[in-house]
C-alpha cells in the first residue's frame, strides 16, 4: 500500500462530507469531472443511495482521514449493460503521487471482478494525461476520442474513453 495507507475500505455516510470536499475542488478548478457547479449534501447522498453492492463506492483513509475516493456506477440504464460499468477515482490535491490514485482503481477492478462485471470503461478528459496513464498502468486501453463534446474553463474538451475487458 502506499506510504500512511491504513485501508482502502467501503464508503459510509460520514464519510460524505471529505468525499464531496474531495469532488467539488475538482468542479472547480480541473476537468477531472465536466459538472461545473459544485455539489450539495443532499445531491451526494442521493449519488451514494444509488450505490448498492454490485457498484460499490471505497475510500482510501490515512490515519483516519479519507485521502480519496473511488465508485463503480452503472454505465446505463438498459439492461444489456448490466454488467459493464463505469468507473470513478478521486485523489485530494495533498495527497497525490503517494499511489492512491493506483490502490483506489485497483480495489475497483477487483471489486468489479467479483460481483461479475464485464467491460469497465472510463470517460477521461484528453488533457488529463495523469489519469490516462494511471488507467494504461491497470490494463485499460483507449477505445476512443470524443472530440470537443464538453465545455468548461472557456474551451471546448476531448474525451478519451478507456476501457478494460475482464
Known sequence: ???GV???RPAGTADLPRMLDIYNHEVLVS???YDTKPRSMPEQEEWFAHHGPGHPV???EENGSVTGWASLNPWSDRPAYD???EVSVYVAEEHRGKGYGRLLLQA???AARSRGHHALLARISADNTLSI???EKLGFTEVGLLKEVGHKF???LDVSIMELIL
Open 108 to 110: 475497483l477492478v477487483d
Open 154 to 156: 472557456g474551451r471546448m
Open 83 to 85: 454488467r459493464s460499468v
Open 1 to 3: 500500500m502506499a506510504s
Open 31 to 33: 476537468t477531472a469531472t
Open 6 to 8: 491504513t485501508a482502502i
Open 58 to 60: 471505497l475510500v482510501a
Open 133 to 135: 496513464l494511471l488507467h
